[in-house]
């Protein structure tokens, strides 16, 4: 048998569970179709594609597509397949063995998980409650670990909550350290994104969620053009192929039409926070697509494995630290969030 290397056995890979049911929320997935005519556009588009050729290099026109949607300049753009790849080559240029890595904890698994991978010592910081860091206890383990990577997750997932701006102002001031802003969920938070000047600021976003290309896995990053030209060091060559470059200037095109999901995915969301408040759980505030739920001394197992047999599934937060008995609902379309609410009514009586 060949042998993997040291370490790889230890670590849980990242499973979400992909079953055969009628309502899937466990994502954080788009619940709604892309725009009419994306389909058509795309088609008119790879038809021209050389597919006997290779992609370009340098991915120049999606460099130059997000970087006037994100107004910066085209060299501050950093893109991969899917915001993980986005972290591992994070991980990969500033991290490897003798460094690093701070992770808040409950957060992102990905972001430790990566960081081990590639050689990263990780330090896990842990709040004293699932929602909330306080800025003298992230001050301290800031310090005290001085950590090569820094991992800042705003809307934070699995607790959908925005990052208080002075912590992330206090990670910035570090300027030896790579701070790392996961903004995956940004899009339905209250504040909007804005570019952060910092040189050693890395914003990773992701076409995945608010842009219903959860398929395509396309992440990108916004940082310093040093930054980036260390970063297209790691990757391999032609690692976003024709096809992916040509289905992102599309759906770049349609961002005004996708962009008009946003407020109703809010809307969803807040309709579904007052259902199941209403049915005597706490379901968390959230700037993101989701929402944690409390359910306190009631088994979230046992929950869990009850709406899967009705054939709705969710996300199973219970072996997150600190987040005993809470799961985890993305917001869905009306008739999803409705079957979702009248499934766990059942279970809760």
């Avoid at 994306?38 to 021209?48: A, D, H, P, Q, W």
């Avoid at 398929?215 to 032609?238: N, Q, T």
């Avoid at 869990?304 to 937060?317: A, P, Y």
Wanted: charged residues 25%; hydrophobic residues 40%.
């Amino acid at each position: 048998m060949i042998r993997p290397r040291e370490g790889l056995g230890l670590r849980n890979g990242y499973h979400s569970p992909q079953l055969n049911v009628e309502v899937r929320l466990n994502t954080n997935e788009s619940p709604f179709e892309l725009p009419e005519g994306f389909y058509r556009r795309l088609g008119e588009v790879t038809s021209k594609l050389a597919l006997n050729r290779y992609p370009d290099r340098s991915y120049r026109q999606v460099k130059e597509a997000l970087a006037e949607q994100c107004s910066v300049e085209p060299e501050m753009v950093f893109a991969a397949n899917g915001s993980n790849e986005v972290i591992q080559s994070i991980c990969l240029a500033y991290g490897g063995h003798g460094r690093r890595a701070m992770v808040i904890e409950p957060t992102y698994a990905m972001h430790s998980q990566i960081a081990r991978h590639c050689g990263l010592e990780v330090e896990l910081v842990y709040r004293e409650h699932p929602r909330s860091l306080e800025f003298a206890e992230f001050e301290r383990n800031l310090f005290s670990s001085n950590p090569d990577i820094v991992f800042l997750c705003s809307p934070n997932n699995p607790t959908g909550e925005l990052l208080d701006q002075k912590i992330i102002e206090l990670a910035i001031s570090a300027d030896d350290q790579a701070v790392v802003l996961d903004q995956a969920y940004v899009d339905f938070a209250a504040k909007p994104w804005e570019y952060i000047s910092a040189q050693n600021v890395l914003q990773s976003r992701t076409y995945s969620k608010a842009f219903a290309l959860a398929g395509l896995r396309f992440g990108y990053l916004v940082a310093s053009s040093e930054v980036v030209d260390v970063l297209e060091e790691v990757v391999l060559p032609y690692h976003l192929d024709s096809m992916k470059q040509a289905a992102v200037l599309c759906a770049i095109e349609f961002a005004p039409q996708a962009e008009e999901s946003h407020a109703e995915i809010i809307f969803q969301r807040e309709e579904l926070i007052k259902e199941l408040n209403a049915l005597d759980v706490e379901a968390y505030p959230s700037d993101a697509n989701f929402i944690l739920i409390d359910f306190g001394e009631v088994d979230a197992n046992s929950l869990w494995n009850g709406l899967i047999e009705k054939s709705v599934l969710v996300r199973n937060c219970s072996g997150w630290p600190g987040l005993n008995n809470h799961l985890r609902v993305t917001v869905g379309n009306a008739r999803e969030n409705q079957r979702f609410i009248e499934a766990l009514a059942e279970l809760l009586r």
